[in-house]
């Protein structure tokens, strides 16, 4: 849900960088303004749900403002976020396989495979 990460303790350094970018490309929409209302107030929610833990802002918060700030179509959002991220995925693929550990999150995928995914594995 976009709060939270793995390896910042802290408020994500990098959720204020691109938080900074997108009030920089900014419309004249009020898209900003809602998303700062959304995260103070998720922020306070996580906070009395979750008081021993601290959860704040991680870098793809902003990144839908940032990308339609941009004017990219919506329809290509999940594609740019994924393609931005394919390298660290193959990577902890490839971590997993050598070393034998479990990534985070854990996940297996129990659904049917498709016919190219069995063509490439057999």
Do not use: C
């Not at 959002?77 to 693929?93: E, K, N, P, Q």
């Amino acid at each position: 849900m976009r709060f939270g990460h793995r390896v910042y303790r802290v408020r994500d350094p990098r959720a204020d960088v691109l938080k900074q970018v997108a009030l920089r490309l900014r419309s004249g929409g009020n898209g900003f303004v809602f998303a700062e209302l959304v995260e103070r107030r998720a922020l306070a929610l996580l906070a009395l749900r979750e008081p021993g833990r601290r959860l704040e802002t991680n870098v793809e918060f902003y990144t839908a403002l940032v990308l339609d700030a941009l004017a990219l179509p919506r329809a290509l959002f999940t594609l740019i976020f994924a393609i931005g991220r394919v390298a660290g995925w193959s990577a902890h693929v490839l971590e997993q396989e050598t070393g034998g550990r479990i990534i985070r999150p854990q996940s297996h995928y129990v659904g049917p495979e498709s016919a190219p995914l069995r063509a490439l594995a057999g």
